[in-house]
Nanobody
């Protein structure tokens, strides 16, 4: 069964940096199309922080432009989010999302388990 596994979350001080990783594994993956990182903060709806197409086209939420960089490695079925100059407002649970095509089940939209990123002031 294909799943997305995140890593790299953890506590960071304001102004610091963190790199999140997301990797798909566990099944016969044909290919992964769009991927993205979402953030959930208390009292707010989950928002798309950054997205990337299979070809490498990217888009970012206005609040993170210039500070976050999304990237992917198609050969490894992996995606990354480099986060710099983090203010406390970036605190939240970050989840990866991917449109995965598998040999067994065809198309599936998958979510990672979420990783908490607390940014302390």
């Amino acid at each position: 069964q294909v799943q997305l596994v995140e890593s790299g979350g953890g506590s960071v001080q304001a102004g610091g940096s963190l790199r999140l990783s997301c990797a798909a594994s566990g099944g016969a993956i044909v290919k992964i199309n769009n991927m993205g990182w979402y953030r959930q903060t208390p009292g707010k709806q989950r928002e798309l922080v950054a997205g990337i197409t299979r070809g490498g086209d990217t888009n970012y939420a206005d609040s993170v432009k210039g500070r976050f960089t999304i990237s992917r490695d198609n050969a490894k079925n992996a995606m990354y989010l480099q986060m710099n100059s983090l203010p406390p407002e970036d605190t939240g649970v970050y989840s990866c999302n991917a449109d995965v095509i598998t040999l067994t089940f065809g198309y599936r939209e998958l979510w990672g388990q979420g990783t908490l990123v607390p940014v302390s002031s």
